[in-house]
């Protein structure tokens, strides 16, 4: 019964390293993994909050500088956990020194890194934290979508609003500076939008987009827009703000289809809304469901049925996948060459914005090295 | 296609007055009725406030002695819209004349007086507006109980909450006293809850209920409420009051059974909640019934698919079926017989309230006359 | 108290004529208005149509050329409730006869038409049944707009989708061609929305839209997807669908500004969403705002505090607002020229669908001779 | 920065040992806390379920015979999460060996035991997981109320219902056997209820209870209903049922005072409903607070605003402020005399059900040498 050992190094000590960190510690808790997790070393550059974090989550050692750690033989897995510029060169290094690499989204803060990152870790196990895809409720609408039971979709909408940037406290912090984050509520809160579209509703063929950005200063965008077509026909909008006051963290999407609808919200997680088109006219319904069932995507994981989860579950659940993925030695998505589609849209998006023109997602060059 | 023609005249010049002049003025828009409906008199002893009804709903004539409105050879139909203490000498008084007799509820303020007025109309088409058993979500709800939809019935529970009592405005009008009122909220709120209760969920066998007076010197109930076993095997609960701060007219019903769940609620009125338990696990869910679709009740009556009724809806559509039930000569609901067991049931609440102790509702003595 | 009488000609026998008919049965009755309204005329071309519902409402006469209707002496008012591209002729004509014209959404079929429309009504009382601007919970919305209560606008979001294009039953009526209609969802569906917005937010500058056709062999949109550009700084995305399964007659709006949110659902229409982040950190909060207060838009118009409205009554409110505003020569809105504006905004959308471009709505080429 | 080791034994290796499991793993995550946390030993009868468990959460030891575990001198604390009946004699062994104690809800299977426990316990510190207790929402709850935001309090309602008896394969689980459990849904659901109720609105002066058993052999309650006054001049209804099909965890409560009034449901447990009636007329509304934010109680603990907590979170908040409150020698509740209070009332509902009639919770004998 004794597992193989996995020891981790976490490159990161804010927030989303918190997040990590316990789906770290967790994991094992609520999956049936084949390894022995240790949470080796946690490496940042402000020392206090590294000791805080570090000690917090009971890393073993502490480290400031991501190159030494990389370097180490006894690190199976890089967590990439650092504001966006700096994925690149910590995944590249780390898929080079023969680490398995998790890293946050969005994977990249421009296309060109994400194609590196991509080709980097072409032979090694890579993750990317589009943790909403492991949502109970996201899996039961990707079942019911590929069981058919919405039909031919028409519309795709989502909605990703929170109110951050309107708060003048936010507008210091990275996630404000092109520099070092690249792009604003497009990187940040689109992507996650996007990322949901293409698992759910596939490839999206062309759009029209703007950007804009309220605050006199910032070099970012503040809220991004757009109109799509989706390569199954259906047609779709997009709206990411840090600007949607009232709204502290709300990620929505929908798809309308020829036999129903289904409509997920964030801030209501536990649950899937579901419209079947093909009952009898007088009980068709909006369905509001509990994705908490042990019929229902990892119902038998955590607790009993009515009994919900929060938001550290699906970066638990991520990570369970990711693990067994790897000794299965099996596909885990969403991976580094999902996330590089993602960030092929966003650039898609600047174009389109860039040159109020409709961009075709496919004419966007792509490295001929990077075989998909 | 010229029709019969039917004179009406209404008794009282008050809010709910109001209400019903509407339902005359809009029941023919509605509904195919075989009568021509004729607003002929209005009656009240307010001068003023009998002028503006008068003239706002279009009465030919205006009267302030009801007596001499019951005693005319050409009215066909008398509708009591007074209080409550006078119901019932003006429905024994019209029946008496052989009109046909429409009375708000609660019937009136005694079980005794009731039971007269019941015994009075015995012969003669006679309503009670208890409107809220036409809300067509309601009405899907019967037929989904008569459909064994939701199975064996386990639980009833209602709320009819307003904020009325604690409205020092509101401490002087008729409904806060005891001698033009009978009861509170017990006669004003309740009654609507047993109603809905007795028609969807059928006789309450016994019950144990508290009668509560917030306000110092008043003497009627602010509140009341109630346990009680219905004859089905199911038990329930009541409340109702005039001191819910927060809810301007909060009616509610809920039915938990073997194979499924509905709700209600008045200020979702055209909603009705449905959860089939019978459905495969992973998609049992409450669904929220937009009821307003061509195959609902009243569909074809109203509006459009998704155009919502409001509160005078059902007021028509109760005038709508008695008329077409006394051209029919076919029995209607909610009758005079039908409220005397509602007021059997307050007579019965107020019995346990005073003597603290659970009372059988079929212990509470009936006049042998009324055959039932 | 004898009032001037207003004789009304209605034009078209249709759904919308039923909901116009009502609003003049019922106006009296909730608004003091200075006419005695006299329902003269109803004009169809199809005669059983046409009797059903002349008979219905209680026209006095039947009439199938609605050029003899326009022509006549005793005609106050025409009101037209047919097709889309039969607005204009008949507008045209009744204001040359001089007659106070009422005319359903969308304006006309064509921006050219609008255009002379516009024109021909500049001296006379006109209005457009825009009749969602009159929901208490929108007038509301615009009051707190108004006072500044959600500070300076940064998004504008609308959607208005029903499910009727996927209903192979619907696809004959004239809303599915171009040569009746004019244009598809954008006409019925985005009308409104538009109408709404320049309303509550204010000018459009340009927009980027998408006109889409699901089904194989119609030539109008079955969907309309907008981003916009407001004059106030704002931005916008607007949706229309006909293929929006799942939704009966969904149309939604949200707003977000410095200091708070607004949101509406005319499926919920008696509410108004209403998120103050003005307040306390941990008091703020959406409040769901039951708009059928006293203190409220038309709440002394209608019935009492708690008691819902349904999709008639802002149609009523509207009749009743126009009418006072002809008595007392006060500007009306929405007129013609708002209706234009909403035409204007249209065109735009056509010509960005078809160029794949932004357009700016302001290079819309306007006839000269309307002065705005 | 050494922490006192602080020695955990776990009594029970079921349902609600893992989630006890999972607060003692998570609480040093998330609160400040001065020990340093050893999950010792785990103790149970079933051996396949224990050594799942104890691994699962990696427990140092496992034991089969808790009277082994308590004698022990290396534990520190004995966390007592076996079915009801077994409760008092643990409890007692483990106050008499000066253990601290931890007790899941409610406290014992009859008032006797529950008394014997509570003095056992006197000089010791000791909890018990009424864990809802923590939901920031209704810490928020608590709050509002101190601070007098509703004023004072009319009415109070609870429900707490499931589905799980109205399902034959849950019959034969200690939950439903009076030897094992005590009571039904009485011990089960209404503990819950009544402990909230007890924290936010005070003491229960008397009741009129009906227990309810629909499943033919089983010998506790399936549902308890109860009408109730409190000690503060308001009135309460509470139903708890195992037959609530439709609703798989509905644990809610209202409470309406003179100036507002507050809800929850465990469903949306991230959120406080909140309706202010001192607020002008036209702004009162239910507003629904998101209670996720750094303002909010244990707002600083967990995630970001706008991120929601699950299930497991109130127990570790249960936790966290017991371990401190235990370094500060400062109270902590609910403790065991809490929990003896909610047993009194259990017992005047049964004593209540048993007679049909009302009894004083007053007058429920209690043990002289239980101070209070």
């Known amino acids: ?12 000590s804010g927030f989303i390293a918190n997040v990590h960190s316990n789906a770290f510690r967790q994991v094992g ?12 070393v946690i490496c940042g550059r402000n020392r206090a909050k590294l000791e805080k974090t570090g000690f917090r989550w009971g890393w073993s050692e502490l480290e400031t ?39 946050e989204k969005p994977l990249a803060s421009s296309l060109e890194e994400a194609e590196k ?40 909408r989502a909605l990703y609003l929170n109110q951050s940037g309107n708060d003048p406290s936010k507008g210091n912090t990275w996630r404000y500076k092109r520099s070092e984050a690249g792009m604003g509520a497009a990187g940040d809160l689109l992507s996650h939008s996007l990322d949901l579209a293409l698992y759910l509703n596939g490839a999206i063929r062309d759009l029209s987009a703007m950007m804009h950005t309220f605050a ?6 503040d809220a991004t827009l757009l109109l799509s077509r989706f390569a199954n026909g259906s047609i779709g909008t997009f709206e990411a703000s840090r600007y949607g006051v009232g709204c502290q963290n709300r990620n929505t999407f929908e798809v309308n289809g020829s036999k129903g609808m289904l409509g997920f919200a964030l801030d209501d997680m536990n649950q899937l809304d579901f419209f079947d088109a093909t009952e009898p006219a007088n009980l068709q319904a909006g369905r ?24 550290e579950h699906p970066f638990i659940a991520t990570l369970g996948d990711f693990l067994n993925s790897i000794a299965q030695q099996e596909p885990f998505h969403a ?7 993602v960030q092929r849209v966003l650039h898609a998006v600047e174009r389109s914005s860039a ?18």
């Open 65 to 103: 500088d991501w190159q030494r750690v990389v370097a180490r033989n006894d690190i199976d897995a890089v967590d990439i956990a650092v504001p966006n510029a700096l994925h690149s060169a910590i995944a590249i290094a780390a898929a080079e020194a023969g680490k398995i690499v998790l890293c």
């Open 29 to 40: 808790h609520f999956f049936d993994i084949p390894y022995n997790i240790c949470c080796k």
């Open 288 to 311: 509001r469901i509990a994705v908490t069932g042990l019929d229902h995507p990892y119902g038998k994981n955590f607790w009993k049925p009515g009994h919900v989860l929060g938001y």
């Open 117 to 156: 990152m991509t080709k980097a870790v072409r032979r090694i196990p890579n993750a990317v934290w589009f943790n909403y895809r492991r949502i109970p409720a996201v899996v039961l609408a990707k079942q019911l979508i590929t069981e058919g039971r919405i039909g031919q979709a028409f519309h795709y």
């Open 216 to 221: 006199p200063h910032r070099d970012v965008d």
């Open 355 to 372: 040159s109020r023109a409709w961009v075709n997602v496919d004419e966007i060059p792509t490295q001929p090295t990077i075989k998909r």
């Open 1 to 12: 019964m004794s597992k193989a050992k996995f020891n981790v190094a976490m490159i990161g």
């Open 335 to 341: 991976n580094f060459e999902d996330a590089l589609v």
